[in-house]
C-alpha cells in the first residue's frame, strides 16, 4: 500500500517503523525527535498524536489541540518525512488529513461508524487499532466502515487484548487472523506492554517486554512495528511508563529487521531421505 512517495507498507514491502512521542509535547520536542528518528535506516513514519483524549485523569496533559498540533505536524511533513496522528472525532477528520498521511483510530473508538467513515472520506490511508475488547475477527467489520467510502487505503494495528483489570496480554495468532483481510497489519509494541490505569491516574507499563513482544510479532510476519519513543520516558507527558528510550531503538529495529528477513524467506520441504534402494 502506497502511504506517501517512497514509502509503501505491505505487500512485501521492507518492513515500517511507525514511530514518535505519545503526544506533541512542545514543537521544539517534536523537531528534535523526528531528527533523531530520521537516523533510523528505516522506512518510517512519524507519530505524535495533538490531542489525548482518553486520559486517565481530567487533570493529565493532553496536548497543544487540534489547530497547533496540525501546523507543528505540517512542518514535519514539509522536510518529507511521512505523518500519522489520532482523531477522535468526526469534524476532525478533515483539517488533520491536512497534515497526516495516515489518520489513526483510537482502540477505545474502533468501532465508531461515524469517526471511521470521516477518517475514510478524506482520502488518506486509516489505521485502525484493534480495541483491547475486539477480538481479530470483528476488527474486519470496522475495516468494512472504512472501506464503504471507496478508500481501500486501511492498516490494521494489533496492541493487545484486556486480560483482567489493568492489563493487556498479546494473542499473536491475531497477525496472521488480520492480514488474512488483505490489510497490512502493524504492532504496536509500546501500549501492548501497558497497564491501563494501573498507576491510578495515570496508566503503568512493563516496557522491558517491548523487545519480545515486538521480534515474535515480526516473526508472526507484521508489515510494521509501531513504537512510541521518547529520549527520557520518566519526563514523558503521556504514556511514559511503557515508551520505549529512543537510545534502546537502533539495536531494537536492527534486531527486527534481521527477525524479518529470516521470517520471509520461503519455507521449502527437505527433500524426502533415500530409502537406499537402487
Not at 467510502?149 to 483482567?164: A, H, P, Q
Not at 508472526?220 to 528510550?245: Q, W
Not at 529470516?262 to 519455507?267: I, N, P, T, Y
Amino acid at each position: 500500500m502506497l502511504i506517501a512517495p517512497g514509502l509503501e507498507i505491505g505487500g512485501g514491502a521492507p518492513l515500517a517503523l511507525i514511530a514518535g512521542p505519545c503526544v506533541m509535547e512542545s514543537e521544539e520536542h517534536v523537531r528534535f525527535l523526528a531528527s533523531e528518528l530520521s537516523k533510523v535506516q528505516a522506512p518510517w513514519v512519524f507519530k505524535a498524536s495533538f490531542d489525548k483524549a482518553n486520559r486517565s485523569s481530567v487533570n493529565s496533559y493532553r496536548g497543544p489541540g487540534l489547530r497547533e498540533g496540525v501546523r507543528i505536524l505540517k512542518t514535519v511533513r514539509a522536510r518529507g518525512i511521512p505523518v500519522l496522528t489520532d482523531i477522535h472525532e468526526p469534524a476532525q477528520a478533515e483539517v488533520a488529513a491536512e497534515a497526516a498521511d495516515i489518520l489513526q483510530i483510537p482502540a477505545f473508538l474502533c468501532r465508531q461508524t461515524d469517526l471511521l467513515v470521516a477518517a475514510g472520506r478524506t482520502g488518506r490511508a486509516v489505521n485502525i487499532k484493534k480495541g483491547q475488547f475486539v477480538s481479530p475477527y470483528e476488527i474486519r467489520l470496522a475495516a468494512e466502515k472504512v472501506a464503504s467510502t471507496g478508500n481501500n487505503r486501511i492498516l490494521l494495528t494489533e496492541r493487545g487484548s484486556s486480560f483482567g483489570y489493568n492489563n493487556l496480554v498479546v494473542d499473536m495468532r491475531a497477525i496472521p487472523m488480520m492480514r488474512a483481510f488483505g490489510c497490512p497489519v502493524i504492532f504496536d509494541a509500546t501500549h501492548s506492554v501497558q497497564l491501563p490505569g494501573a498507576a491510578g491516574t495515570a496508566s503503568g507499563g512493563q516496557p522491558e517486554f517491548i523487545e519480545p513482544l515486538a521480534s515474535a510479532a515480526v516473526a508472526a510476519g507484521v508489515d510494521g512495528v509501531f513504537l512510541e519513543v521518547h529520549e527520557a520516558p520518566e519526563r514523558a507527558l503521556s504514556d511514559g511508563a511503557n515508551a520505549l528510550r529512543l537510545g534502546k531503538l537502533p539495536g531494537l529495529w536492527a534486531k527486527l529487521q534481521r527477525i524479518c528477513s529470516a521470517a520471509r524467506v520461503e519455507f521449502v520441504s527437505p527433500p524426502a531421505a533415500s530409502s537406499g534402494r537402487g
